[in-house]
């Protein structure tokens, strides 16, 4: 009753994503619910600038963090990030239905409201070898979870074109549950298009504002991300302009620990929206009531029956926050304290160790040969390349070896699940590593072991010292004979540490590869990127060098 105390009156600019204005008014809060838009007895009042509506992360995957749930959480929480739709495809490809029931339960550990895509794609390809696979029963199974509210990103555009019954007995299952469809169409035009969009309901993979259009379109949403690997804002954010903006979210999608903590979650998204030029309401719009639509939540606008999912602003346009309230408790991460033990399997690295040899092309002959390199262009997509590598022992064998020229290096990926599934050997142009090597048990989807190198001895110090840790990112140095790492024991992809040690030690490993020459634009996270073998163009795979676009091995020594 009106006349009845609440526990919560909040007074201020009440920004109201449902009319997309901004007005003054009052929010009562009551047993963790929105009683009503309007002054009333309370237990306990605060005064704020503008009032917002927590903001959401329409798709991000929190092992890219390098966290466990409950420290991203920690991290996002006081910003403003009251709630996150994520796809925990990548504990998944490591253990199964089993890594994504342990990630559920690690969500209830936190009073971040997390919401959860099932993996559609685990493996993503049957062109390397995971740790696991999720059949459509075992999705169909985790479709029906109460905090599920989508069938994660659809990798396999390819099977969604043809037909494939594996892919579409999935998207069927989701259906079935009324849930939404995510996708994942990078460079997909024309009339693979209007197909894919038949299918699916939205996309995340946009790099050009062209290409943005054309799904809106053909009627997909679509989520304009601005991750740490890929920062595609400023070059799709002119579609706000273009098209109606409430089919429009906001996304990280990959989000690094530095980042995290530095520069936090889809909040850094919004308020770099804001300074490229959207309307403050509009980029709030599309971190909160239009996500909130496309998955069908309760929460991410302020209306009478709503959860009290608010934060209190002194500056709107630098979303400057002052208090978070997630269903009614204020600050509710404020304090801090160690993380709580995960559920998340270790012991998860498993491959015998390696020489240098191991992971080197062989060859007989004496002159340059000429390869195959996957090109980092930048972002999650690669280009094809060829160039010309010598020829040199490494321990009795004659091996390919380093460009150092050309900035053309051996790149090796291990199976790392137990499964004795091979190495794959390659190269890559424009990582910049002038010596040493760099290597990670983060390399999506799969998660084997990659490691990079000038030299294939460094390399195999990389991946065995990997293999003894139980996972994580290293790089080290020869001239010093210095390893830095970054344990990742938890499904080999992330830490059980604080969020501040997790920060600092990855930044030392950071450090050790700057001075290693690694690129500082793309870094240890483009390297996790190099064996994504469902994006464009050339990947590498324990089994081998892929051309994403033919969906096939192709050799890496040109004949």
């Known amino acids: 009753m009106s006349d009845e105390p609440v526990d919560l009156l909040v007074s201020g600019n009440l920004v109201n994503v449902d009319t997309g204005t901004v007005s003054e008014s009052f929010v009562a809060v009551d047993d963790g619910r929105i009683v009503a838009l309007e002054e009333r007895p309370a237990a306990r009042e605060l005064d704020a600038e503008y009032i917002a509506p927590g903001l959401i992360d329409a798709h991000m995957h929190v092992e890219s963090s390098m966290v466990t749930l409950p420290q991203y959480a920690d991290a996002v929480v006081p910003r403003g990030v009251t709630s996150v739709v994520h796809d925990p495809h990548e504990i998944a490809n490591v253990s199964g239905v089993a890594g994504v ?32 696979t999720l059949d459509a029963e075992a999705v169909d199974a985790l479709l029906g979870e109460d905090e599920v509210v989508a069938l994660g990103e659809v990798m396999n555009v390819p099977g969604v074109v043809a037909g494939d019954d594996s892919v579409h007995e999935k998207i069927r299952a989701a259906r079935d549950h009324g849930l939404t469809v995510d996708g994942h169409a990078p460079r997909v035009r024309g009339s693979d298009l209007q197909t894919v969009a038949r299918y699916l309901d939205n996309d995340h993979e946009s790099i050009s504002l062209a290409e943005a259009r054309e799904k809106v379109e053909a009627g997909l949403r679509v989520y304009l991300r601005e991750g740490s690997a890929s920062k595609n804002l400023a070059d799709v954010v002119g579609l706000v302009d273009e098209v109606g903006s409430r089919r429009l979210s906001l996304c990280t999608d990959d989000r690094d620990v530095v980042d995290l903590v530095e520069r936090g979650g889809v909040d850094f998204a919004v308020r770099k929206a804001i300074r ?9 719009q599309m971190a909160t009531v239009n996500t909130a639509e496309s998955y069908g939540l309760p929460f991410g606008r302020i209306r009478p029956g709503a959860p009290a999912d608010l934060v209190l602003l002194s500056d709107l346009r630098t979303w400057e926050v002052d208090h978070v309230v997630v269903d009614g408790a204020v600050d509710p991460t404020k304090g801090g304290g160690a993380p709580p033990a995960s559920a998340i399997a270790t012991g998860t690295v ?21 390869v195959r390199v996957i090109d980092a262009v930048g972002g999650l997509q690669t280009g094809r390349a060829e160039a010309d590598v010598p020829v040199a022992p490494v321990n009795e064998e004659r091996v390919l070896t380093a460009n150092a020229d050309d900035d053309v290096l051996p790149l090796a990926v291990i199976e790392r699940h137990g499964e004795a599934g091979g190495i794959g050997r390659g190269f890559v142009r424009g990582l910049g590593l002038e010596r040493g090597a760099v290597g990670s048990t983060v390399a999506h989807d799969a998660h084997n072991c990659i490691v990079a190198g000038v030299d294939h001895d460094s390399m195999a110090t990389v991946a065995n010292h990997l293999r003894d840790v139980g996972g994580g990112v290293a790089a080290y140095d020869p001239e010093d004979d210095a390893l830095s790492s970054l344990a990742l024991p938890m499904g080999g992809l992330m830490s059980d540490e604080s969020l501040g040690t997790v920060k600092e030690t990855f930044e030392s490993v950071e450090a050790t590869a700057d001075d290693l020459g690694l690129d500082r634009d ?9 064996a994504l073998e469902v994006i464009p163009t050339y990947r590498l795979t324990n089994n081998g060098l892929v051309d994403v676009e033919s969906f096939e091995y192709v050799p890496t020594v040109i004949d």
């Open 101 to 132: 029931e342990a990630m559920m339960a690690d969500a209830t550990r936190t009073p971040l409201k997390v919401r959860f895509t099932v993996p559609s794609s685990v493996p993503a390809t049957t062109l390397q070898d995971g740790g696991a």
């Open 522 to 530: 793309g870094g240890l996270m483009a390297l996790s990127f190099l």
């Open 276 to 284: 490229l030029g959207v309307d403050p309401v509009e980029a709030v």
């Open 350 to 370: 498993r491959f015998e160790p390696v020489s240098a040899a191991d992971l080197a092309v062989r060859h007989a002959g004496d002159y340059p040969v000429r």
